[in-house]
C-alpha cells in the first residue's frame, strides 16, 4: 500500500486488489489493467481531470468513511497533490501485476514515462531560461501588430481634420 497527501492536509492510502479495479472501472469506465498496454499511463497524466476521478475511486471507501465527496477530494488535488497521487496509484499497480513479467514490464514502462516527463520538463527549463521563448513571444507580438511595438500607434493615418468641430 502506498500513501499521499492531497492539499487539504489528509492522508490517502492506495491499495489496489481485484475490488478497487472493479470500483475503479464502474465509477469511471477506466480499466487501470491497460496500465500494461503503455496507454493509460499517458491518458491519465494528460488529463488531470480524469485522473483524479481514477484516484478518488481507488480511495473511495476511505473517502466514503471521512465523508468527503469527489467535489471536496478534487478541490484538494492540485500540482504536488496530483503528482504523488498518480505516483502512489502507478507504483500500486506495478505491485499488483498477477505476472511477474508484467510486474517487470510495467516498470520498465513507469521509469521510460518518467524519463521522458523528467527530460520534457528540463527542456521547457532549457527555453525558458535561454530567453528563446521570449524571443519567439517578441517576435509573434511583432508580426501580429503589423510591426508596430508597445506604445506605438499601429495606424499610419494622419488624423483627419472634417472630424474635428469647428470652434
Do not use: H
Request: net charge negative; aromatic share 2%.
Amino acid at each position: 500500500m502506498r500513501q499521499f497527501k492531497d492539499n487539504a492536509g489528509r492522508t490517502w492510502t492506495v491499495d489496489i486488489n481485484v475490488a478497487t479495479l472493479k470500483r475503479v472501472r464502474g465509477l469511471t469506465g477506466v480499466d487501470l489493467m491497460q496500465v500494461i498496454e503503455g496507454t493509460l499511463i499517458e491518458k491519465l497524466i494528460r488529463d488531470p481531470v480524469l485522473l483524479c476521478d481514477v484516484v478518488y475511486a481507488v480511495c473511495k471507501p476511505e473517502a466514503d468513511a471521512a465523508k468527503v465527496s469527489d467535489e471536496e477530494f478534487g478541490k484538494a488535488m492540485a500540482g504536488d497533490a496530483i503528482e504523488a497521487a498518480t505516483t502512489a496509484v502507478l507504483e500500486e499497480l506495478v505491485g499488483f501485476c498477477p505476472s511477474p513479467r508484467d510486474r517487470a514490464n510495467l516498470g520498465r514502462v513507469l521509469q521510460a514515462t518518467r524519463k521522458v516527463m523528467d527530460r520534457a520538463r528540463d527542456l521547457v527549463e532549457k527555453k525558458l531560461d535561454s530567453g528563446e521563448l521570449d524571443r519567439l513571444a517578441d517576435r509573434l507580438l511583432s508580426e501580429g501588430s503589423g510591426g508596430a511595438t508597445a506604445g506605438s500607434s499601429s495606424t499610419s493615418a494622419p488624423e483627419s481634420s472634417a472630424s474635428t468641430p469647428a470652434p
